[in-house]
RNA sequence: GGCGGCGUGGCCGAGCGGUUAGGCAGGGGCCUGCAAAGCCCCGUAGUCCGGUUCGACUCCGGACGCCGCCUCCA
């Protein structure tokens, strides 16, 4: 059975599906007015192994993650590179697609973008002046939040606390400082949609609300998202459901951040890397590697060190399936237990696998598992089992991919000068010319091969 | 101030009331003409102070330190 960390209910509990045997999620997406940080990558590639790893368990999955391409970050970013806001847009989910495809990310089911939600906004907005749920201000549309009985579901703490918390508020005609907008109204050169209660644009909060619930339905199953989109994000959504009358998600998930040093890695501390420039000198599985190497709930360190320490472990992976000889899986596609059919084992491996990412996806004890096991195949091949081992070694390669991580045993093109001194040394070598072997070996070494030597001889690959 | 989280060996990072986490780095060994790759062995950690217990890294209490949310943020 498969289980989740609730964030409303603060434990660990059955993911249940409205429909047996389908699992609706929905996962808040980027705002593109910039290029992805490596935040914004381990949101993705953690919701993205849930969602591979939900589909290779069996279930149905239905994934939707938005764009939000309107927003005050777009319209400045715009005044600022002096483009329109379409352009900043198309820009930027551009880049964000780019990054989706070089971190294997697979593409959502349904990828709604908020512009094309306005009118289903406004007539929710309607719906909810005409109620009194929302009023005006003079720069827009706000909600009252004392009109949900249990705002703070999602922070856990009563209204009252969270009202005291609150910042100082710059505007004063707001009712309480936790109201928030649904609607601001343009000032001069934004964009702005007709609305009967005034022209302008659609809050945040609101698009993801309209958009789940409008792929979704009611009820939908899993709602996830950073941390951070706990409070207010998701908490407003949420509040604007229950006003609407409608049953918003029943699970709720939640990733940890990126750390720098000590630091969350944010938009507004100004230390975020670009997951663009991370991917130019990184292999992108390294970084989906160092993620599943640690809880999705827990912060994880990305430094140089903890990527280079990732990319060695990397490297064993695939040493393994150039070994073995193992196919490529996953990557777009998916993986499902129901492809594959492990004994001895293999089968233990893929039991213990699953045990553990069942239980609220601890991929750094599966991933423990298959090093363990990988040093077993290793171990098999080299006391001459060879069936075994390929067992295993098949076993790791499949639920590897069911993660979403594809090893690579893929042989290099190797030119003819380099193929020319392959066959060299393997001359050198049965003559036991141990001195033209070495030579030949630096030569190989100076234009960029690695070198490793087996029974059957010289072979060579790219670092 | 309110709420939440964290503190594990050189580094990263899990599970578990008593039996090995795992990875990286380091040391020793096997294999190899020498390497590389691979395998085996090794360090025997748990912020501090109490408590519960036959026994705690694991439960309870306290102290200290750190991080986050309460404002846009994945």
Known sequence: MLRLFDTVHGEVRALRQREEGRLTMY??????????HLGHGRFTL???????????????????SNITDIDDNIIARAQRDGVPEAEVCATYEDAWWRAMSAIGVARPDDVPHATAYVDEMVALISSFLERGVAYPTSDGIYF?????????LLAGQPLDSLRAGARVEANDEKRSPL??????????????????????RPGWHTECVVMSLG???????????????????HENERAQAVAWGRPFAQHWGHNGWVMVGEQKMSKSLGNFTSLTDM????????????????????????????????????????????????????????????????????????????????DDLNAPLAVAELFEALSRANALADS????????VAEAIAVLFAAMGLVLDGASDDIDAAAAALVIARDQ?????NWAEADRVRDELLTLGWVVEDSSSGTTIRRP
Not at 27 to 36: A, S
Not at 215 to 233: A, S, T
């Open 46 to 64: 953690v919701w993205d192994v849930a969602r591979r790893w939900f589909v290779y368990r069996g279930l149905q999955v239905r994934f939707v």
């Open 279 to 358: 991917l130019e000198r990184t292999d992108a599985r390294a970084y989906r590697l160092l993620v599943l190497r640690s809880h999705y709930r827990s912060p994880i360190e990305v430094s140089p060190t903890t990527i280079a320490d990732a990319e060695r472990g990397l490297a064993r992976l695939d040493a393994l399936a150039r070994r073995f000889d193992l196919p490529a899986l996953a990557g777009d596609s998916f993986v499902t237990q129901a492809d594959h059919s492990f004994s001895g084992a293999a089968l233990e491996l893929a039991t213990s696998v699953s045990l553990a990412l069942d």
């Open 27 to 36: 996962v808040c997406g980027p705002t593109v007015y910039d290029l992805p």
């Open 215 to 233: 792929l979704l339905g009611d009820g939908f199953d899993l709602h996830c998202g950073g941390f951070d989109l706990k409070f207010p994000h």
């Open 428 to 432: 050198a070598r049965s003559d036991k």
């Open 384 to 391: 001459g089992e060879e069936s075994e081992a390929r067992a």
């Open 144 to 152: 009252d939040v004392s009109r949900v009985a249990d705002y703070g």
């Open 179 to 200: 109201d928030f907008a649904l609607w601001k109204f343009n000032k001069v050169n934004e964009p702005f949609w007709p609305a009967a209660f005034g022209d302008g």
